[in-house]
């Protein structure tokens, strides 16, 4: 590595005009090259012992600014370099040695992984750099084989289907064996999620074995007097907290897992990117900005993911102005931040956790669970089936095949299970179609002003989650109280919610009535709703809809109503919801057409989850032969919680009474 940055170090020398390797009077080719290859190994030198350091220091440094301080500290590294060079001829300009250390850390980087490719001792040595070798020191490793989980956020069964069908993902299709020339590794399956299909409530459910008393991706409690966001630090951890406390478990990763990339733990005792634990005080116990910052102690991996982080936002502008120019339809804003938070999504967060689970495997640790959210990044802003999605399942087809090669180097046999937490349901949002939010339907309903510019609706994509845990930042946007005197009216892709907070309790449709007369008929005559969910003195429970429809929660499975059109199982995800404490005095869901599977989201994406309606809520999972088939008597499997008990059940075959199962379902489900 060295001789190739020597002869990258000659190469640039002699191109660009700030940079030189001999005195003004000019030296022999000899001496140039004794300059070049002193230069190169004084700078190889620096990156190796200084770099770690100074990335260590730089940890309250905003990661979106991480990628210029990466160049700038290795051009720094390089003029360091040259100074103390013992001919005393290197010579760079300030600006020029940023481009030249930028250079040969990519070259040496991409020879490197050429090289690594070809020689399998050499490709297991450059992955064990990612171990976390002082654990395997004390702690031997396993025979019994390993789980890891990676969950490609956002893709729903159909997504990844059509991709495998059209040639996008090459190494799932050799799983699935669709050429029928190879026998097949794995299994697809599709579940399906509870009402609120986010993966606030999924992953929750996956990785904690509880969903309960999460209604939506954000709601109002109103005995706290505060609005709960699931991509919010504070709000993760707490609902960590109540999960583990329902269970009486810490979770499915508690004996020797590790969490990646995730809005929750799992009980892991090795975390990185995990947002329920961004805002603690740094230390053994907290791990998630260290594990973030660890993959960019090599410098190679820090000018190779910043190069790619630029050229992603250079691709999201393309894209978006192409977009625009060409009339698309539906379309949302992309500018201000977006371009960034995406790059983030796709290049940062990709390559930190990819990296992560490497490093897991061959430390060879039991229980892995990673996310990879750049697939509902990119759909939420793009559409699920647009031509920029599909290019970002090419890109996590190469990131599934990178972690298999890695298990083929791992000191124990691992299972890889592939899922995922929820679809997407492409469709006008609700403000585009109608020229209004549902903030505004709700206050002309309850005979309040309107403003006259129809506002915006935050986005809760999941990538902002990845960003705040590399941030230890909350989100303080959300979180503050709410005027008594007004309703406060959230939105979870097309799901609602409408709380009274000046009513301490849960309000019933006759209290409604009686305050506000218009305003349940406005919601549920409104051609972009589906129904709603309210409480009732009477029968506990109604589901609303127009023309009148009001149907007791009892009577759904003779009487649908509404819900004929959300298919299987929309029933029983209602009833479930409204049983939560904190579900909200009224539950909008958006309209549904069956036919092309669009809803109306509340948000501003025309890529939607949070409700009922079409492929959001079927997602997949894709597991071994090896293991268990996932439901033994052939039905779907219903819920993030029993997606928990399979996951469970397959660390219980691979590892035996190690792993704890004592987690009790009535509890759970009381």
């Given at each position: ?83 103390v060079n013992p001919s005393g001829r290197g010579e760079v300009a300030p600006e020029t040695a940023v481009i030249v250390a930028a250079v040969m850390s990519a070259v040496a980087s991409a020879t490197g992984g ?32 390993g789980l890891v989980c990676v969950q490609l956020d956002g893709v729903g069964h159909d997504v990844l289907t059509a991709a495998v069908r059209d040639g996008l993902m090459p190494t799932v299709a050799r799983w ?490 009535e509890r759970r489900a009381a």
């Amino acid at each position: 590595m060295w001789a190739v940055s020597t002869l990258t170090m000659l190469v640039l020398a002699g191109l660009l005009p700030d940079f030189r390797l001999q005195s003004p009077d000019g030296d022999s080719a000899t001496r140039i090259a004794v300059t070049a290859a002193c230069g190169a190994g004084a700078f190889g030198l620096l990156s190796a012992l200084a770099w770690p350091v100074l990335v260590r220091m730089l940890l309250l440094v905003p990661a979106l600014f991480l990628g210029l301080l990466v160049f700038f500290l290795n051009g720094s590294l390089l003029l360091l370099a040259l100074r103390v060079n013992p001919s005393g001829r290197g010579e760079v300009a300030p600006e020029t040695a940023v481009i030249v250390a930028a250079v040969m850390s990519a070259v040496a980087s991409a020879t490197g992984g050429a090289l690594a490719v070809r020689d399998d001792d050499a490709y297991r040595r450059r992955l064990l750099r990612l171990a976390d070798r002082r654990r395997r020191a004390t702690l031997p490793c396993a025979s019994t084989p390993g789980l890891v989980c990676v969950q490609l956020d956002g893709v729903g069964h159909d997504v990844l289907t059509a991709a495998v069908r059209d040639g996008l993902m090459p190494t799932v299709a050799r799983w699935l064996a669709t050429d029928g020339i190879i026998p097949p590794t794995h299994r697809l399956t599709s579940w399906r999620t509870d009402w609120s299909s986010q993966t606030g409530a999924s992953q929750l459910g996956i990785l904690h074995g509880s969903t309960f008393d999460v209604p939506a991706f954000r709601w109002y409690e109103k005995d706290r007097g505060e609005v709960m966001v699931c991509n919010r630090p504070t709000s993760a951890a707490e609902l960590q907290r109540r999960a583990m406390a329902r269970t009486g478990e810490s979770g499915l990763l508690a004996v020797d897992g590790a969490s990646r990339g995730n809005l929750f733990s799992g009980g892991a005792g090795e975390q990185a990117l995990v947002l329920s634990i961004a805002t603690r005080r740094r230390g053994r116990e907290n791990r998630s900005r260290a594990g973030y910052f660890a993959y960019f102690s090599d410098p190679a991996n820090a000018v190779r993911t910043a190069l790619s982080f630029f050229a992603e936002i250079g691709r999201e502008i393309g894209q978006s102005t192409r977009a625009r120019f060409a009339g698309q339809h539906p379309r949302v804003g992309r500018g201000g931040l977006y371009p960034f938070v995406r790059a983030f999504a796709t290049v940062v967060e990709r390559d930190v956790v990819v990296a992560a689970v490497m490093g897991d495997l061959l430390a060879g640790r039991t229980a892995v669970y990673a996310d990879l959210v750049a697939y509902d990044e990119v759909a939420h802003h793009s559409g699920p089936d647009s031509r920029d999605a599909r290019k970002v399942l090419r890109r996590l087809d190469r990131s599934l095949a990178l972690i298999e090669k890695a298990a083929e180097h791992a000191p124990r046999p691992y299972r890889l299970v592939v899922l995922s937490d929820h679809g997407q349901s492409p469709g006008e949002t609700f403000r585009s179609r109608y020229g209004l939010t549902l903030t505004d339907l709700v206050r002309a309903g309850s005979g309040l002003p309107v403003p006259r510019g129809a506002g915006r609706t935050p986005s809760g994509a999941e990538a902002r989650a990845a960003v705040r845990a590399a941030l230890g930042r909350a989100d303080g946007s959300e979180g503050g109280p709410a005027p008594r005197s007004e309703p406060v009216v959230l939105a979870s892709g097309n799901l609602g919610l409408v709380s009274f907070p000046d009513v301490p309790h849960r309000m019933t449709k006759e209290e409604i009535d009686a305050r506000h007369p218009a305003l349940l008929p406005t919601l549920a005559n409104h051609p972009g709703i589906g129904f709603l969910l309210v409480r009732s003195a009477g029968h506990d429970g109604v589901v609303l809809g127009p023309c009148g429809t009001e149907i007791p929660l009892a009577e759904l499975d003779e009487r649908p109503g509404p819900l004929a059109r959300f298919g299987p199982g929309a029933a029983d995800a209602v009833r479930r919801a409204h049983a939560f404490p904190h579900t909200a005095d009224i539950m909008v869901n958006s309209w549904h057409d069956p036919a092309s599977g669009q809803v109306h989201a509340f948000e501003e994406q025309i890529g939607s989850h949070g409700g009922l309606g079409g492929a959001q809520s079927r997602p997949f999972l894709l597991s071994p032969l090896t293991l268990s088939v996932p439901e033994e008597d052939g039905e779907a499997l219903s819920g993030a919680e029993r997606v928990h008990d399979v996951l469970r059940r397959w660390l219980s075959e691979l590892n035996g009474p190690e792993v704890p199962l004592d987690v009790d379902p009535e509890r759970r489900a009381a």
